[in-house]
């Protein structure tokens, strides 16, 4: 089983600063997050507990990505990892 956690410019921000989602299945998760600057890396965590945690990939965010629209990151875990989808919308600030 995953314990997966998210970090944004290496802030850790979802589900919350020390918790974690244990996943064993395909599931849906809303971050529902606040906005973030850009540019920026979205990075999905595994934790392991007192050994830390591991990368299961990142996408990194330009300063002009592209605004509105639906896009999505890949995350493949290797071994008994899973594979994650991020789904995220990059909107106008004001």
């Known amino acids: 089983m995953d314990e997966i956690f998210l970090h ?4 850790r921000f979802w589900p919350s ?6 996943t064993s299945a395909t ?7 606040a906005a973030f600057d850009l540019p920026g890396r979205f990075s999905l965590r ?17 300063a002009d990505e592209p605004v509105g629209g639906d896009q999505h990151a890949d995350f493949i875990g290797t071994d ?15």
């Open 46 to 62: 595994d934790d392991e507990g007192p050994w830390g945690s591991d990368s299961l990939g990142w996408v990194d965010l330009s």
């Open 80 to 94: 008994d990892d899973g594979h994650y989808t991020l789904n995220y919308r990059v909107g106008e600030t004001f």
């Open 27 to 33: 599931g849906t998760y809303g971050v529902n997050s």
């Open 8 to 11: 944004y410019n290496g802030l």
């Open 17 to 22: 600063a020390d918790g974690t989602v244990g």
